[in-house]
């Protein structure tokens, strides 16, 4: 997931940070939740289903197209921060993996952003045609919710913890949240978006989600009122962070590095943080926003935060 | 909701039923029914969530469009039959009719079925466009379970009731049911279709949705196992019924009455149950379906079957 130089500086900065939630570095905890959840994914669709050959593969193809993985290892690493079991929530990190595939492919359509290609590969209506792609897209969403119950179902946690999970799903996947936010996105490039409504599609379109998946780590981990709000805050910063770092990428970036044309949103008349506060300030947004993210973590009433503030690093520091 | 003489005739039948849950006639019932599930729904959208106003409106369109609110009421119905309140399984009723409306608006897309009106109005993509129409059905099938979870929230339904409800929905408008029934439905408009893939179309298409209505029902007032196979089985044979009475009514229907073209599944290449059977066969199957329904309940697990007795016989004999 990291490349050259960038990697090596990275990785020596993490040996500094303490760890004692176990020995892996920070890489190789990154990749073995990545593994883990990648591996655990398919396995939430029961054997025994009887589905149409061409909506499983297509289910499957977004579902295993790869990606950074970030939600679902939210949720593990929320849920340990709290000194929960990864285990308990892994059913609702791959259940946000879903919802969030599913946001990809319905984005993706020609009717909405028109993309060929994610992350290098067709996309998914490109190889299984639209209709296929928009019932795959209602699949995975459908499915996310089925997934989210089996925490309660396989690995004991409790049925209330799991309805909030469900709730807040619903919540701020819908519609005040990121399918609210995709709709602010379609209505702005009909015409000139101001900075505030982009604040509100950067906070909806992405924010949401990563916020939902921090809570409901937390929420299955058993975490108390106090948690919960920190995590929020945490969530509510790294995203916003998160998403002007991909405008920033999508100015500097090369088209090998994120799969799709750079200066692709630019050409279709979307407007991006750097369009409204120019490159330093938006850099300097991201730092700040990191900063104060990591700050509400640190405040004392998370136990075991290092997790989640590597990858407060991480997400600021990534070139992808 | 009915016409002419058939109204009529059905009144007079309908009056000779005993009704110890009390005093509406079976078209009072099922008008009351309409009118508090209609009045419930806009409800379920908080007040104070922050949402695109094109999308709220293209959301409430489709939502409050009219029909039949068949699943709803069977919701109710079901939760009455064993003796549940219809006030605690309102939730669930309104989160299966967001699911069935995500349901058409998919549907009507251009890219499924391409249909420029329902129920004698302009279907959502016709007035608010193609990226609003998928995002107001993702949209409504995010906020069935956020819906569902306020059974738990606000009339105090078991959050382990409430969660198998949650499981089971996804389940049955999923990859191995509805969704999985308009991919056969739209892989089989590519070729030949067999009886046994249009009896797998119908079954999960129509079926799954009404067989996990009356399932819903009985979960959220408690239902014993035993009682849950009753409902299924009386609400797979009604599904089923129900299926084959839309593919005669298509066959003899009258434009007006049905307001989309006589004939319109044969024109776009959809074989039908009347195609394969012939005419005389459907309604004989159409009969024997419901009379096996009926049994079902009345096979002495069920305490108050009435309502749904009713309304399989509805069903039935409706012409629209």
New interface residues.
Partial sequence: MENGTDSRSKRKRVKEVSNPNGELSFEQYLKSNVQEVEQALPGY?PAN????S???ES?LYSLMAGGKRLRPILVLAAAESVGGQAETALPAACAIEMIHT?SLV?DD?P??DNDDFRRGKPTNHKLY????A??A???L??????TV?QA??KHGA???A??TV??E???Y????GM??G???D??GEQGQTTLEQLQ?IHEHKTGDLIVASLRAGGHIAGANAEQIEALTTFGRKIGMAFQIQDDVLDVEGEQAMIGKPVGSDEKSGKVTFPYFMGMDASKREIEQLTCEAKEALTAGSIPYPERLLQLADYLMKRNH
């Fill in positions: 669709v289903w009887d589905i149409p061409s909506l499983r289910f599913y319905h359509l009717a909405m045609g639209e209709a296929m928009i019932l897209g209602d699949a969403l459908t499915h996310a919710f089925y119950v309660s179902r409790s049925a209330e799991v309805l469900v709730e799903l619903a919540q996947a819908g519609l005040s399918v609210g995709q709709a602010a379609m209505l509100y």
